[in-house]
């Protein structure tokens, strides 16, 4: 019996114009990824014995992969809403915007927030679902924001706002 988890929250429908180029061609090469791992399935499959083909079991379980993602990408894009446009008060941060933060320390750090299916750590992307891009949003120039988990507090004093 497995272990019961409840539904994760709904995450927000927004991703930037290049995040939905990426994920729609990601969704093309994994049909085309599909196409690959369907011919070698077939061919393991006609090697005898499935039970102890492990080549099989690999390929059958590598094509449920790529179908669970091709079926998520399927549902998820037609709900997307894409922002293209900037906003007219580009003094305040809101989706898109790169926010450059100094800690108290002076260390700067710079943020993109971004929609949750575009996110990554490493290029500086947040999702807009973020704690820290959630205390961000609608805070101005010179504001200063605090981050509080349970185990500190980091202050940030926003000192550049830019629009891509």
């Given at each position: 019996?497995?272990?019961?988890?409840?539904?994760?929250?709904?995450?927000?429908?927004?991703?930037?114009?290049?995040?939905?180029?990426?994920?729609?061609?990601?969704?093309?090469?994994?049909?085309?990824?599909?196409?690959?791992?369907?011919?070698?399935?077939?061919?393991?499959?006609?090697?005898?014995?499935?039970?102890?083909?492990?080549?099989?079991?690999?390929?059958?379980?590598?094509?449920?992969?790529?179908?669970?993602?091709?079926?998520?990408?399927q549902k998820r894009l037609p709900s997307l809403t894409i922002v293209s446009e900037k906003p007219t008060n580009r003094e305040?941060?809101?989706?898109?915007?790169?926010?450059?933060?100094?800690?108290?320390?002076?260390?700067?750090?710079?943020?993109?927030?971004?929609?949750?299916?575009?996110?990554?750590?490493?290029?500086?992307?947040?999702?807009?679902?973020?704690?820290?891009?959630?205390?961000?949003?609608?805070?101005?120039?010179?504001?200063?924001?605090?981050?509080?988990?349970?185990?500190?507090?980091?202050?940030?004093?926003?000192?550049?706002?830019?629009?891509?």
């Amino acid at each position: 019996m497995s272990r019961w988890r409840p539904p994760r929250p709904k995450s927000s429908p927004y991703i930037t114009s290049e995040g939905y180029q990426v994920l729609e061609v990601e969704l093309k090469q994994l049909w085309e990824r599909r196409k690959i791992v369907t011919a070698a399935v077939t061919a393991a499959a006609a090697e005898g014995d499935r039970s102890e083909n492990a080549e099989y079991i690999y390929r059958k379980k590598e094509l449920r992969g790529i179908d669970g993602r091709i079926h998520f990408l399927q549902k998820r894009l037609p709900s997307l809403t894409i922002v293209s446009e900037k906003p007219t008060n580009r003094e305040q941060v809101f989706f898109g915007a790169k926010v450059t933060l100094e800690k108290i320390e002076g260390e700067e750090v710079s943020y993109r927030i971004v929609g949750p299916d575009e996110f990554d750590s490493t290029k500086g992307y947040i999702s807009m679902d973020s704690p820290l891009a959630k205390v961000l949003l609608k805070k101005k120039l010179d504001d200063e924001v605090v981050m509080r988990n349970e185990v500190q507090e980091t202050r940030y004093l926003i000192v550049g706002i830019e629009y891509l």
